[in-house]
């Protein structure tokens, strides 16, 4: 009988350009990322708490590794150094298979980019499920990295956002990644 290697794992808040974030890690790869809250305290509460029956809640640590990589390249993203995250290891496992399906193709979106609900439906084989698709997005415990915020309703417009902020945190996320018709007034 093989004795089990535990990966090391844990949690960690951090200063970025739009508030305090948190990144919760499994070896080196992220399995949770938190917006902002309305303060570090319930930032912390939310990325440490228990995600499902069978876990332990994680406690803070120092990111090492390909997770500090991981905080450096978010802070850089979120200070207007856009980069797309795909480099970012995450693990997806106990994930459902059609919310794994729609976060592939939405983390595909390079920033500055959008696709509607329907578009992510359609490129997962699944057309007529843009609203399957806005649940599994709601769901998303890796916002930003997979970014839930490049997909927008068919008419582009903002129709809610489950991270915290709700659609202004949506907004913002768009404008810093200089997506057209987002922040700036456009030419055209």
């Given at each position: 009988?093989?004795?089990?290697?535990?990966?090391?794992?844990?949690?960690?808040?951090?200063?970025?350009?739009?508030?305090?974030?948190?990144?919760?890690?499994?070896?080196?790869?992220?399995?949770?990322?938190?917006?902002?809250?309305?303060?570090?305290?319930?930032?912390?509460?939310?990325?440490?708490?228990?995600?499902?029956?069978?876990?332990?809640?994680?406690a803070e640590a120092e990111p090492a590794g390909a997770i500090a990589e991981a905080v450096a390249g978010i802070r850089a993203h979120l200070a207007g150094e856009l980069d797309d995250l795909h480099w970012i290891p995450l693990d997806?496992?106990?994930?459902?298979?059609?919310?794994?399906?729609?976060?592939?193709?939405?983390?595909?979106?390079?920033?500055?980019?959008?696709?509607?609900?329907?578009?992510?439906?359609?490129?997962?084989?699944?057309?007529?499920?843009?609203?399957?698709?806005?649940?599994?997005?709601?769901?998303?415990?890796?916002?930003?990295?997979?970014?839930?915020?490049?997909?927008?309703?068919?008419?582009?417009?903002?129709?809610?956002?489950?991270?915290?902020?709700?659609?202004?945190?949506?907004?913002?996320?768009?404008?810093?990644?200089?997506?057209?018709?987002?922040?700036?007034?456009?030419?055209?």
């Open positions: 009988m093989r004795a089990s290697t535990r990966l090391p794992s844990g949690a960690a808040l951090f200063e970025t350009a739009i508030g305090v974030c948190a990144i919760a890690w499994s070896g080196d790869a992220v399995i949770r990322f938190q917006l902002p809250e309305s303060s570090p305290a319930a930032t912390r509460a939310r990325i440490t708490r228990r995600h499902s029956a069978d876990a332990d809640a994680l997806t496992g106990g994930i459902p298979e059609f919310h794994r399906a729609v976060y592939a193709v939405t983390r595909a979106i390079a920033p500055g980019r959008t696709l509607t609900y329907g578009q992510v439906a359609d490129r997962i084989g699944a057309p007529g499920a843009a609203q399957a698709v806005g649940q599994a997005l709601g769901r998303n415990p890796i916002p930003l990295i997979i970014p839930c915020h490049r997909v927008l309703a068919a008419d582009h417009a903002l129709h809610g956002f489950s991270a915290p902020g709700g659609i202004v945190t949506k907004q913002r996320l768009l404008e810093i990644e200089r997506t057209p018709g987002f922040g700036e007034p456009t030419l055209f």
